[in-house]
């Protein structure tokens, strides 16, 4: 089993819709988990990332995580074309990252 | 403004030659990675150092080496080059933290193909 799992996706929507991204991890050692957002072309950045448990918002974005599941999620309010990148679902310490495998999405506009 | 530099966007190379990527970062960073991304399978950690002529191997090294003599400089080789080595390279690098979160910063990647 891969240490985090994702929804491969690909994912398609219309411009303004609700967008869920998932993960699950197997491993309970690491608190911090995180959201990278990936371009065509372009490396992973950084865009969200949680500790513990609960949710964190930043603007359109949320980021929640339930422990007790082991459930990760990424919600994006009011969805825009500029959205449309792969996301990636990280956990993991300074010296050693676990990725997943990615979700594409596209927002239509 | 933070900087991965990986040396090509793309190349192409033919089965046995040895191959050199390079990975510079301006951030005085202490920890840096190189990931290979395959479509499916995400990004697998292939090597990572936390110091100068330190390193460690991660998920997939095998047929894969490293070499880090510079704390800013980061390479990885492919010491005969083969197909199923044709992927999208990623280095990244990242800070010390004892509190656990660690954004890692990446470069835009090296397209190689194996031919």
């Known amino acids: 089993q891969k240490e985090v799992e994702q929804d491969p996706g690909p994912l398609s929507v219309p411009e303004g819709a609700i967008v869920s991204l998932n993960c699950t991890y197997s491993?309970?050692?690491?608190?911090?988990f995180m959201w990278y957002r990936q371009y065509s072309r372009k490396g992973p950045e950084l865009l969200m990332y949680?500790?513990?448990?609960g949710n964190k918002e930043d603007g359109r974005f949320t980021a929640q995580v339930d422990k007790s599941s082991k459930y990760i999620s990424l919600f994006i309010r009011d969805s825009q074309p500029s959205d449309s990148a792969t996301y990636l679902c990280?956990?993991?310490?300074?010296?050693?990252?676990?990725f997943g495998s990615g979700t594409q999405l596209t927002v239509l506009p | 403004d933070v900087k991965v530099t990986q040396s090509s966007r793309y190349l192409v190379k033919r089965t046995g030659e040895k191959v050199f990527l390079e990975c510079v970062q301006d951030?005085?960073?202490?920890?840096m990675f190189w990931y290979r991304q395959d479509p499916g399978l995400g990004l697998r950690l292939i090597y990572f150092?936390?110091?100068?002529?330190?390193?460690e191997k991660g998920d997939i090294p095998e047929g894969y080496s490293v070499s880090r003599e510079k704390k800013e400089r980061f390479s990885l080789i492919l010491e005969s080059a083969s197909t199923n080595q044709t992927s999208m390279y990623l280095c990244?690098?990242?800070?010390?933290?004892?509190?656990?979160?660690?954004?890692?910063?990446f470069g835009q990647g090296t397209r190689l193909t194996v031919v």
């Open positions: 990244a690098s990242s800070p010390p933290t004892d509190r656990g979160n660690t954004e890692a910063f």
């Open positions: 491993n309970s050692a690491f608190q911090y």
């Open positions: 949680t500790y513990s448990s």
């Open positions: 990280s956990r993991g310490s300074a010296r050693q990252l676990t």
């Open positions: 951030m005085d960073h202490e920890n």
């Open positions: 150092s936390y110091d100068v002529k330190m390193k």
